[in-house]
Structures are given as C-alpha cells and as structure tokens.
C-alpha cells in the first residue's frame, strides 16, 4: 500500500527506560485547618509549606512537576539532575 504522503519522513520511537520516585507530599490537617482559618491566611501556611518542599526536593536533584492543592507531586530521577534549568 503506498501512502498518500509520500514525502512524510519516517519517525522512530526512541523511548527509553529510566527508574523514577515519584512523590507525593501534602499538607496533613488541611481540611480541618481550612474551617478555622481566613482562607487568605491558609493559602499563606500552604504555600510557606510549599516552598519548603520545593527547595529540599531541589537541593536534593528532585523536579517539582505539580503543586496540587495543598500538595506538590515530584520526581526524583527524570528529568536528569544537569538538564534542570534554574
């Protein structure tokens, strides 16, 4: 069968396995935090408990993929530790 797009360029999967952590770390309490609190004074706890977990999962070579809520989803792993820009 001859394809109809006869100049498309052949692609190649060029997957490769990589043992990854993946992690996911949330603030404990938070609902029960959420019915005393201002909401503006909780979003100031998540998000100090937030940047301290970013920075200890970057100074240990992680990748910060989601901030969800009030928890954050990271790598360890992928991407590799020199190919983070910061």
């Known amino acids: 069968m001859r394809s109809i797009f ?3 360029p052949k692609t190649q999967d060029t997957g490769e396995r990589r043992q ?3 992690v996911f ?3 404990v309490g938070s609902t029960a935090l959420s019915a005393r609190m201002d909401p ?6 998540i998000s100090a408990c937030q ?3 970013a920075e200890t ?4 070579g992680g990748f910060v ?3 969800m809520g009030d928890g954050v989803l990271v ?3 992928y991407p590799p530790t020199m190919s983070i820009q910061m």
Do not use: I, N, W
């Open 51 to 53: 940047t301290c977990v």
């Open 65 to 67: 993929a989601k901030y």
């Open 40 to 45: 503006e004074d909780l979003r100031e706890v």
């Open 75 to 77: 790598y360890f792993g």
């Open 6 to 8: 006869p100049t498309e």
């Open 57 to 60: 999962v970057r100074r240990f």
């Open 20 to 22: 990854v952590t993946v």
């Open 25 to 27: 770390s949330d603030l």
